[in-house]
């Protein structure tokens, strides 16, 4: 199985993606970002802890290296460290090698502008259209050169902690206590580097960046039990869970009980509109707690199609002083347009030190739904296609958004159905007061679609 598309290539290792498709997918993708970018003529190298990550990285390393392009290999690392980096180190693109919350069998190619953001829809759309052409292999004396480098971390570290709404000295004060769970992924190392540098006494589970993950990758509530466990044992103020990539953050409170990685986006926009006001951008299937939090806060909020891309492009057009989805992603544009878990940390962190109350009594204070999230296997996208089809014809007469698969608004809840970018699965998102009219608002869709 191989899935192209906005997001990069991603696939089952061994089948459908191999080393020998990685490879000549990443030299299609240097030619074409050569000819697309005003950076140096080098790109940025790295990859999450999958067992397969080191195999395909050299893949990747190889295919740049011989069509003439210098390659800067940071190997470990965050998603939004590599990103940042190629901006940091004028890149004119990057690629980091990350199935992001996919199990381990699945890896993937992310890839890079040089302005250190995703493939906008246009420009993915682009690539993808000369994907398959002929690649123009260098002669051996015009091979590019390979650098590893080791300063991608810490470049990154300091870039957050730069950032306006963080005062570093004041949660170093707090001396506080956190439970962190990276899922073994690549996010282990840098995170603990990071809660280090505020002072911060980390109790950690399953941070050992060995690849083996051993919960469900992403990092969503019910498969944050080993977290929260740990959180009471340890007396912790908080627990934070990521992804295998580090780019979200999920919560769970000083009580041992998980919160849910729908909330880090709206304590997040509480923490930042606390002190700055400004628009707030949120993609269609993110909880409706953040519009309740931007209206109260007298600025405009938005909603964008689902992916982090079309997120960032309405953030760009809105000016937007917060952003992100409600899978645990927090988008700050002071430090980088990209959801970046180090940023989400930072930003609870500040405003735990500032409110000086508990996790729990913060985040209770906070506008609260109830949200189910399924997914339907498909066959493929056509079956994907007539679900929704059908389920378009039934609700005519609804406020539906069609931007991005179907949403159906009503005044307090909604439902959005949509096929999954980066798998071949029918998501349906429902949220509403009581866990009962969420329910009946899921259940509904899958009746509509199977009549």
């Not at 990443?26 to 000819?35: D, T």
Request: proline share 3%; charged share 30%; aromatic share 6%.
């Amino acid at each position: 199985m191989l899935i192209k598309s906005v997001s990069g290539i991603r696939g089952i290792v061994g089948n459908g993606l191999n080393p020998e498709i990685i490879l000549k997918f990443a030299a299609k993708f240097g030619e074409f970002i050569s000819h697309n970018s005003t950076g140096e003529k080098k790109i940025i190298v790295g990859r999450d802890s999958r067992i397969s990550g080191t195999a395909l990285k050299n893949a990747v390393i190889s295919g740049l290296l011989g069509i003439g392009i210098d390659v800067i290999d940071i190997d470990l690392t965050p998603t939004p460290t590599l990103l940042y980096n190629v901006k940091k180190l004028k890149a004119m693109g990057g690629i980091v090698i990350t199935a992001s919350h996919n199990t381990d069998e699945w890896n993937a190619l992310k890839l890079v502008n040089h302005l250190g953001e995703f493939l906008s829809k246009d420009e993915s759309e682009k690539f993808l259209s000369m994907e398959k052409d002929d690649i123009s292999w260098s002669s051996a004396k015009n091979y590019g050169e390979l650098e590893t480098y080791k300063e991608a971390v810490r470049n990154h570290i300091r870039g957050v902690l730069s950032i306006s709404r963080i005062d570093a000295e004041l949660i170093k004060k707090k001396k506080f206590k956190i439970a962190l769970d990276c899922v073994n992924g690549g996010a282990s190392l840098a995170f603990q580097e990071f809660l280090n540098a505020l002072n911060v006494e980390i109790f950690s589970i399953f941070c050992d960046a060995s690849g083996e993950f051993k919960r469900i990758p992403e990092p969503r509530a019910e498969n944050l039990e080993s977290l929260a466990k740990k959180v009471k044992e340890s007396g912790a103020d908080a627990g934070f869970a990521t992804d295998p990539d580090g780019d979200r953050i999920s919560l769970v409170s000083e009580e041992g009980i998980p919160i849910g990685e729908e909330y880090t986006i709206a304590l997040a926009t509480k923490a930042v509109l606390s002190k700055k006001k400004g628009p707030v951008v949120v993609n269609l299937s993110t909880t409706k707690s953040v519009e309740d939090i931007a209206k109260r806060a007298g600025v405009p909020f938005y909603r964008s199609p689902v992916g982090e891309a079309n997120v960032v492009k309405v953030m760009k057009e809105k000016n937007a002083v917060i952003g992100g989805e409600g899978n645990g992603g927090v988008i700050n544009p002071e430090i980088q347009y990209t959801r970046d878990g180090m940023v989400a940390m930072a930003l609870i962190l500040q405003y735990l030190a500032e409110e000086k109350k508990p996790l729990s009594d913060i985040v209770n204070g906070l506008p609260r739904y109830k949200m189910i999230k399924e997914a339907v296997k498909m066959k493929g996208i056509n079956e994907g296609k007539k679900l929704l089809e059908k389920i378009k014809n039934t609700n005519k007469e609804k406020n539906m958004d069609l931007r991005d698969g179907i949403r159906l608004i009503e005044s307090d809840c909604w439902v959005h159905v949509r096929m999954s970018g980066t798998e071949p699965i029918l998501r349906i998102i429902a949220e509403a007061p009581t866990i009962k009219k969420a329910r009946a608002l899921v259940d509904r869709i899958k009746n509509q679609g199977a009549k």
